[in-house]
């Protein structure tokens, strides 16, 4: 199949570029990847719950996007690994419903709470999905994949948001409360 063929060429070429080892292991979600995650969604939700009323609407400055459109995303894009993880399908269609999804939450606070429910999920999640479940194929949208990966991209997706986040809050004039250390 002429996929599977660019793929395995794009791959290959990509680990001779960046000298990357073909063999290397694949890193897996395990339960230290979960605990990282849930301390960096507690940031996040921290964060959310320090944004002035008055900036629920504000556009952040990386793009036309409202600050609770912004954080809605955050908190919700690892229920779309979840998802991905049981359906076996991650097709990228939810990145463009975030603006009108967020639009159900009134105030930073309801944000704050969705994502409380995300910790909970992930959390169940950690404790219910073994490691081959999460390394069972994934069509995504980008190419195959699994759980394990999707996790790891959540989890640095998460990382940077919230570096993000810190710095939006202090251009508005408030410095974060208790924030994540390098």
């Known amino acids: 199949d002429v996929d599977g063929?660019?793929?395995?060429?794009?791959?290959?070429?990509?680990?001779r570029l960046f000298q990357l080892s073909a063999g290397?292991?694949?890193?897996?979600?395990?339960a230290a990847l979960f605990a990282t995650l849930d301390k960096m969604l507690q940031g996040v939700i921290r964060a959310a719950r320090q944004v002035p009323p008055g900036y629920l609407t504000w556009t952040t400055p990386d793009r036309e996007r409202?600050?609770?459109?912004?954080?809605?995303?955050i908190v919700a894009d690892p229920n779309h690994v979840l998802d991905a993880v049981s359906s076996g399908k991650y097709d990228g269609a939810f990145k463009l419903t975030y603006k009108e999804a967020?639009?159900?939450y009134?105030?930073?606070?309801a944000v704050a709470r969705f994502g409380e429910e995300t910790r909970r999920r992930l959390k169940n999640a950690s404790g219910n999905l073994t490691a081959e479940v999460l390394g069972n194929p994934i069509d995504g949208y980008a190419g195959r994949t699994n759980g394990h990966e999707l996790l790891h991209l959540a989890l640095s997706h998460t990382a940077h948001h919230l570096r993000q986040f810190y710095a939006?809050?202090?251009m508005i004039g408030v410095e974060p409360?208790?924030?994540l250390k390098k």
């Open 66 to 73: 409202p600050f609770k459109v912004f954080c809605y995303h």
């Open 168 to 170: 939006m809050l202090r």
């Open 5 to 15: 063929v660019f793929h395995k060429t794009a791959t290959e070429e990509l680990t």
């Open 24 to 30: 290397a292991a694949k890193e897996i979600a395990d």
């Open 102 to 104: 967020s639009e159900g």
């Open 177 to 179: 409360a208790d924030p």
């Open 106 to 109: 009134q105030d930073m606070e």
